[in-house]
Structure formats: structure tokens, C-alpha cells
């Protein structure tokens, strides 16, 4: 996808129920993360900048890895923690209750070569922590992916025979969150109501992301920049990559959300998030019959029979401690927008 | 989707591992299906007609509810039996072990309108008979859906409210299976290793399904025709409707598989069919994985690593007694096939 | 436990809401089952007796490896086929809608050893067919538990140390079922709605056992006896035995359940059979309310709000294609006996 | 149970592994808890009292409502927030990687009743915030049960029919838990790793709880005292009461556990929490199985193949966020401890 264009479209955008400074106008805050001040947990922390309603942030991520794994002979147990997070960055006059929206302005690759890892204890089918078994673990693996700017690409390169692919980019943000409700204070690897590692492909540019502000300021945070990944990310890991990360943050006053929720110029998206994956869809599509019915005026039964028609799902991943199901349906289907 | 392409691009495509008639010199197998002789279990049962491999199977579908509900004011309760199934049909040539290969080369949806329903006891977020609840069920509802071939367009109307929406058609075969293994014989509700009640969208114009071969001559039931339906199929039903089909069989001698599979010109699918959602996953991935190496040589981890990065999922439906996940890598990512 | 003291007590008691022959003048129907006659499906088949309401059946099971390992170095593959089943046995006047109640009069394990095995593909911490994962499989493994009849202990003795242990015998049939409904035939592997593979220690001396009339005469199976078994069959195998079984079957006429259910003097027990537990345990659930309600005519909401103060849960199994959750209320927390 | 019985059997025991002060000779720690230094969440905090390894804490919990329910007409929103926690303790010499072992030794009633709620959105068969569904939820219902110290039982009061049974009292500790692992900080609801929300039986007097230490002292936090309740504690709430608590600390230095474990004289048990109750399930065993490796010799395969002749599965809850599954095995059917 080319992201320029995207921006473009982003510009001529203008969704009804949001107000959002002018592009051109607007602040831009900077702040360059570094291992020295990353996070591991979203929580209560020091902010690291403060952002006001339609400001630009100008930051960046750094990989899953703490950038640790550069070369084959590299290991995992090299990597620090998982998923350093940079933040978290206060909103101006977010306040529980609240829900902050976040538009991707533009993501890029941030270093020569991504990285694609098989951890014991981790993915889809094989054991895991949650999913113990007692057979023996697969073995660790590393693959590194050369970045390919011009072309937009990556490459995979088996290990057990000759063979590579290009496999085009889609730069996304695997792990976006805010402090969680109730005093929680949650790792970096897992996602939940708060957002979190969501590992979803819809955190990119074009897209909105909405996410529930628990405290003042919401505090948001960022991490697990992905240079492309499968549905499901089955064997736990995506093109593993730092990022650039430009991002506009607006807050919409009084309105109540309890779970994330994407939305682009064609489609609403609710995301569900828990474990099994049954659980996680039934989640995702109360949401979204609830957002139908408030947004667009169906009666509950007609946006429950409508999405039986109509809807589209993406399990984003199987692999994290919680799983994620996002339920979407194409605003061509529905009446126009109440408010 | 304009079919008449597809069945161009049909004629153009020839997978290589498979050995076809000719479609213009090819036999033709014609069978009326009528209440008075379908199923409502894959299983023994005495063919209602022959064929050969290569030849054409014409023939038609009868709604899931046996053709009973026509007006808004029928109910449920009229319907005689839940999937009512065309055939079985006996494959020539077919054995235990071997796989037979379907092409969906015209499906057309058969009457003037199509039917959802709500049904209690039935849907994703609702109870069931296999996730009971106590609280009071939701409320039987039929929806009509009118046809307009020309514009290959079926209308959802709402009942609460004044709306209604096209529907592009996407029409497929809800029901397709054989005769199941070890002599069981399984409602035509139900999917699992033999097929059946899949609800897969991928079941037409332009794919080929394969199905496992468990007793001599197959014995290949359709039914359930679908003019749309969204991803998991949530309240319980598709646009119900009756289809006018036309398939080829192939027989691949001596080629044994566990689990149905998809594949058309650009992709390769396996499908799990299991509860919950995430065995249906692990299913459909490790199936996925042996297929890419053992017909295209990557070594597992290197699938399960490449499958990380680029894999789809197609989560079908979440409503049937099993659930069905469909995982699929383009070809482009994968190395030649090696037979 | 001591068989003798049970078969006393059920001579004592008369549950009353069935009628029973007297213990002393029944009738006794003797059967002597073969490996020539097994069948391995519950499903319609020749009946190989016929049995009145009230009579005695006396009969036996063959081991669920069909008695072919008896050695160490005896291979699963040496079985013929997983739970060879004794029957069908037809019980005279029962029609669809009745109820058929078993009683188990005697069970005695039939031979000098029992047996234990690790079957790769089979258990609750190892991949399966149904959860599968890339892991290399467990080896196979075979143990060998003598039978102590006048100590009424299995030994088991470990593999990979100098251990041996006993373990007191508590006989129980592993599969008992009848005809499915709706024309369907299932393995011998699978529990479900008629019953089947329940791995149920409640299939015991002491007990009755409600199954579901789905076809005319019932069509009773049984096999696959266990000397003993812990809860869940984690490692997907009970000590494996013949039983010499004497068993009283009466009908319910009239009385319509979904699922097995059993009593004893003490608790009603209903079983909800499926996957993954949490469904499992909701289907047990919602039938014991259901019950509690119809039987002991305390409100849903009251007999729930009891159930969560006093109810016993047991896990029998889950290792089959099905898991079985059974849950229990001692009758001393109801009130009397509506009918 | 009598709990002067245990008491005194609590004396006679003397587990091999862990020092422990003599009884008559240890310091007692009180601490009076209030509602006004409860705290809601596992993590980090001020300790409220410290705690020398061996002492024995004098202490109270308010009850999961926060004492806020005393009246037929009292409603659920009266309480401020669930399960308020007394504590922490920060139990002296506690370092990560260490375990500390609580042995119950009193656990009184301290109230004229207990509270039981029907809380919709809560239970394991009416809809749930994560097993959300579109119908009606169940209405918000209190149930008052009298606590007769002498006769050491509480009286359900059915609402709906004139019924009133007693109901033995078995007092343990729903809430027990740590400080979790990693910086999280985790709700009063949730069970994980550190304990927290087990709702388990077992954790009453006579037995032993082992927890992880992940932070300097551990920091020791319970509440959420039960009267009584049935396996599952299906309908959300089990006899909810205020609880007087004697309990004893100690500190075992070097050993690391994963999961919390429960022991007395004649069971090891280990506890699996997670959903669905599979998984639960799952981790439960393995820790189990490991546990008898470890300590007892077996080989992982012998142990497996053991536990699934003799294991007992207690399922204690499948309401909270995550379920709750102890596998336990009778020491009677181990090797002697190895140290």
C-alpha cells in the first residue's frame, strides 16, 4: 500500500463526529524513545510528553526485541523484556470516560532488516505457557528479514532449504494502549480492554483507532512495530521491526467505550479480546451490534441478522496471552450515521 | 462476482497434479433433486445417481428449510428437517484413501427470494443447545430477502426500522461432504472431517474443494445453497436460497488427506473444523503446514515462520455444532510444487 | 468400595418414580460377547438380544483394545479397533421420547491384568487430532496393572523407576449409549447426547443411569470397562479391562431427556458432554436446574443461587473427541420429590 | 469439618521441607483491617503490617460486597467495589524467586450472616462480560443466609417457593494472593499466577497454600471470605461473609513455583488458572506432573500415566475472569519424597 496516498485521502477526510485540527496547522510533539526510558507495563508512569487534543505526535518505536537480535547467532534470552513500550504520553483534558481517538499518519520502517522469531512457549500450535503440554519444546529460531525501502518489501529466507520470497510491507503498530480501569497495571504483552498488544494489522495508516481513557491524561502508550504479518501472527512472531510513527490524537468528550474499536472511511470495526477465540468474537460482535444500534439506529436484531449477511472478521492473533477478534462491517451496509 | 469470468478462467486454468476431461466434451450427470428423496445424514445410503470422474454433476439444492418458509408470517416450526441434501451421488473409481477433487463451475441461485432467520437456540451471541444459558431466549424473526438476478443483488429489509441494503451475491454451497469415516453417519447440521455443513463461502465458482474418500464410491451430498453470507455466519443463517449447480468430479487415486481442502489458481486453504474456534485453528494451520511441505518442500518451521508472516484466516462460521477456520497462503509466497 | 454392600442397597431401595421388577423373580437375559460380534458405532444394528423392562441383563465387555495387548511389548497397533461394543441390545416398548434407566447390579473386572497406555494423539497434555501441534508426539507406552481380586487393587508399576503402587478397583463401563437421534451413527470413541464414550465412574454399582430414547427399542450398547480411573483420563487411558457385567434396564415411558443423567440414593447428576469444558459445564448446568425445577419445584433462580452454594462438579473426561462434565446436588438440599 | 480436629492435626504434622516455628511459641501479628485501608488491586502498595517468616497473622477480610449488602432490599450498587482486600503484608526475607507457604490455622465466620447474588453479568450460565450475548440478562437478585455458629451451618431461603434448607458451614478464603509478577498490578477479581481470586475451597484451615514471590516481601493480600460454596461457585457468589483469619507464613528461600499449590497430609495439588477451563485444565497437570517429577522421582511419563488412574480434578470456579482448576494426586500413591 502506498502510504502517501493514504495521507492524502486522510487529508480530504472528514469524519462528522470529530473535531480535528487541520493537518497543516497542527502542533507537532516530538519525542525520540530510547531503551532508557521504555516501559514495560501499562500503567501509572511519569509521562514522558504531553499532548494536546489534534496535535501530531512525531515518535518512534523500538522492535519486540529491545533491538537485541541483529544477527543469526543472536538469541532470545539476549532481549531485555518483551515489547518495550515508548511512553506513555498524556492527553490534555482526556478523562475517564472518555474515549481517545488516534488517526495513523505515517509509519515507516525504521532499520535495515526485521526480525521473525519461533520462541518455545509460544504460538499457536505449539505449546505454550497457557496451553502447557509435555511434549519436547520446538527449537528456538531467529530469521532475519532484509528491509527493502524502495521496494516496499521484505524478504523471507528459509533456513532449511534454498528459498526467499518478497513479502510486501504493511507497517502497523502491534502494541498501542492506555493505563487500564480499576488501578491495573498490565504487561506489555498482553492485550485487553485497554488496547495493549493487539498485534492488529488495523493499527496503520488510514485507520482511526478509539481506546477508553481510563485515568486523566489516558496515558498512551506504543510499541511492537510490525513490518508486515499473517492473520493469526500462528507462530508468535510478526516481521519484528522499529518504526517511525507519526500520529494525530483527539478526544471525544463523554463517550463511553469499553472496548477498542477501529474505524476508516469504509468500515466500523469492534474489537473483542479475551481467550478462547469464541469468547473473543462474541465480544467483538456484541460491540458491534451495540455501535450499530447507538450510531446508526438498527434495532439489535436486525444489526444481528444484517452482520450474519454482511460482516467480516479478523482474528489478528492466537498467540498472546489474550486473543483478538476484530468484527467489521462495511458502512456501505448501514443507514446513515445518527450523530 | 461475474461467474461467466470464472468459468472462463476455468477453462484457461489446468492444475498440474490432477488430470481433467475437457469441460466441452465432458459427460453430463443430470439429477432433479425433490424433498421426496434428500438426506438429512452423510452416510450410507443408495445413490441416487453415478458418475464418472470428469463427468459434470447437474442438479439443484433445496433451502435449508426444505422450501417451507415463503411469507413473513411462517414459521421455524414448518420446516420439515434442517438441511435437507441432495443425493448421495456415487463416484466411480473412488476409494478408501483416495481424495476426491470438486470444481464449482455454476452456481445460481434457484427462486425469487431468499430467507434469514433468527432461530433460538442458534447464533454466536445467543445461547445454544451447546452453550445453554438460563435467560429467556432471543425471539424467532424471518427476514425475506428479494433476488434481483440482473443486478446480482439480494435486499436485506429491516423490521424495525425503515432500511433497506443490496447484497452483492456470492452464491455457494453451504452443505457439501461425504459418506464419514469408521461407519458413522452425521447429521447434515453438523461439519467435520467428511465436510458437511461447512458454511465456507469457498465452496464456489472458481475453487476446487478436496474431501477424503471413506467408503467406495465417496457418496457426495449437497445442500444448504447460500446467495451471501457474512464471516462466521453469526445469527445462525446465510441468505438461505435454493441453487441450480454444476460441478466436476475427480478422483486422485491413492492421495489420502485428514481434513478438507480449498485451493484455486492463487492459494492453498486448509480447513479445521472443530470447537472451539482455536482447535479449529490449530486444525487448520497444522494441516496447512504439512501441505506446504510435503507438496512444496519448505521444512515445517520454515511454513510455520512464512505462514507467521503472510497466512490468512477465514473464520466461516461459529454457529454449527463445529466450527470452521480456513487457513490460506498465497502461492506467490510458496516455492514451485514438487508434483 | 464393596460391591456386596451396594447390590444390598439397591435391594433396599425403590426410587419412586419407576416401577421395578423384584430383584428376586426378574427375568434374566444372558448374553455372551464375542470380538465376532462387537460393533463400533452406536447406531442402528441387528439386536443381538432383547430385553423387557425389568429383566437382567447378564453379560460382558471385551477391554477396549478388542483383548489384544497383553504383553509389554505388545503395540497399539495390534488393537483392531478403539472400544469394541457389546450390543445393540433392544429393549422391548421403549419408543422415541421415553427415558431408559439402568441399573448397575454387578460389575466385575474378567481377567488377570488390566491395561494402561500412552496413545501419541490421545490426552489431555499432549497434542491430539483435535488439538494439534508440530511438537514430536509422546512415545508409546504400554503398562500392565495386575488384578488383586480378593484385595480388589490394581498394581501399577512404573517404568522408568523401581515403583509399584495399588490402587483399589472401582469397576465402571466406560461406554454405554444408545441409538443417536436423527438417524446418525457415532464411533465408539465419542460421548455425547445418547451417551457413548462418557468415562463416567458414575456407570457404577449403585447407580442409575438415564438415557434418551431416540429410536424404538433403545439400542443399547456397552464396553470399555475400567478397573479404576482418576478423574479426567488425563493421559487418555483408565486400567482397561473386561467386565462381567449384570445390568437392569426399565423404561421411562413418556419422560423425554436431552442428556444422560444419573442418580443415586443420595444426588441427581445430569452430564453435559462437549468441548471445550466451559460448554461441557454449561450444558450439565443448565439440564440439574432444569431438574431441580421440574422435579423438586424449586424456581430457576433459586435452584441456580443453590446449585452455587452446594453443588459437586466432576470432570470425568477429557481425552474423546467430547469432554463430560457431570453435576451433582445431594438430595438433602431439595425439597421432597414433586412426582 | 471440625476445625479443632485440623488445628490440632496441624500441630502433629511436621512437612519435611519447611521450617516452621513452633506453634505455642510463635509471634502473632494482628492487624485490624477497615474499610477505609482495603485496597482493590494486587500490586505494589504501602504495607499495612510486616510479617517475620513463621509468625502467625491475627487478622480479618470484609466481605466481597464490602459489607455493603445487610438487607433483603439492598442492592448490588451499593458496594463500592468487589472484594476489597486486606493488606498487604510484607512477609520479611521474601525475595523473587522464593515461595512463601501459608497454612490456615482459624478461619471464623465473623458475622450474624452471609450474602449470596444473582449479579447480572456474572455466572457461569447467564451471559458475562466476557461471554457477552444479546439477550435479557438475568434480574439482580440478594439471598440472606443465616449463620448459626453452633450448629456451624448457614440457611439458604428459597425466594420464589417456601423452602429452607441448611448448608454446612466449610469457611476458606476466596481472595489470596501476591503481588504479581513484571510490574502488573491485577484486579481484586481476577485469579492468575499470583494467586488472587481462586475462590478455593481449599484454602482453609488444615491445608498449606505455596505462592510465587515476585516482589521484595511479597506482599501478602487476602479477602473475600466464604461460609460455604458449591464446585464452580456457578451463579457468581458463593456464602459471602466477613471472616476472622489466623494464618501462619513462611518463606521457603531458592524454590520457584509458577503456579500457586496447595499440600496437607495426604494431597499435593496443583492449581491451573486461565480459561477456557481447557487450558486451566492443562496447566494444572503439567504443574502437577512436574511436581511428582521433581519432588517424587517418577519420570514425567509414569507420573502422567498415574495421575490419569488416580488424579482428582477440583473445578473450584469458571466465573471469575479466569477459571480455576486444582489437579491433586493422594500422597499414598507416591514415592517417598525425595527431599
Known sequence: MNNRFWILMLAIISLPHVLRAQDTAAHVVKYQATMNAVKYVYGAAK??????????????????????????????????????????????????????????????????????????????????????????????????????????????EAHDSKFSVDIPMHPFIGCIGVAPAGGEARSSIVPAEFGGNMDAPEASVGNTLYLPVNVPGGLLFIGDGHAAMGDGEVAGSAIEVPLHVRLRVTVIKGQKIDWPRFENQNEIMAAGIYRPVDDALRIAFTELVGWIHSDYGLSDLDAYELLSKVAKIHLTEMVDPNYVVIAKIDKKYLPPRKH
Open 47 to 156: 509521562p514522558v510528553a504531553r499532548i494536546a487534543p489534534g496535535d501530531i505526535l512525531d515518535t518512534n518505536t523500538i522492535d519486540c526485541f529491545g533491538g537485541a537480535i541483529t544477527k543469526p547467532s543472536d538469541t532470545l534470552a539476549m532481549a531485555k523484556g518483551d515489547n518495550p513500550l515508548t511512553g506513555p504520553f498524556y492527553v490534555e483534558g482526556a478523562e475517564p470516560g472518555d474515549t481517545i481517538a488516534i488517526d495513523f499518519l505515517e509509519l515507516t520502517v525504521n532499520g535495515p532488516q526485521g526480525v521473525g522469531a519461533l520462541a518455545p512457549g509460544f504460538g499457536a500450535i505449539n505449546p505454550t505457557n497457557y496451553t502447557p503440554m509435555l511434549n519436547s519444546p520446538l527449537p528456538e529460531r531467529i530469521w532475519l528479514y532484509p528491509i527493502h525501502q524502495k521496494e516496499d518489501t521484505a524478504t523471507f
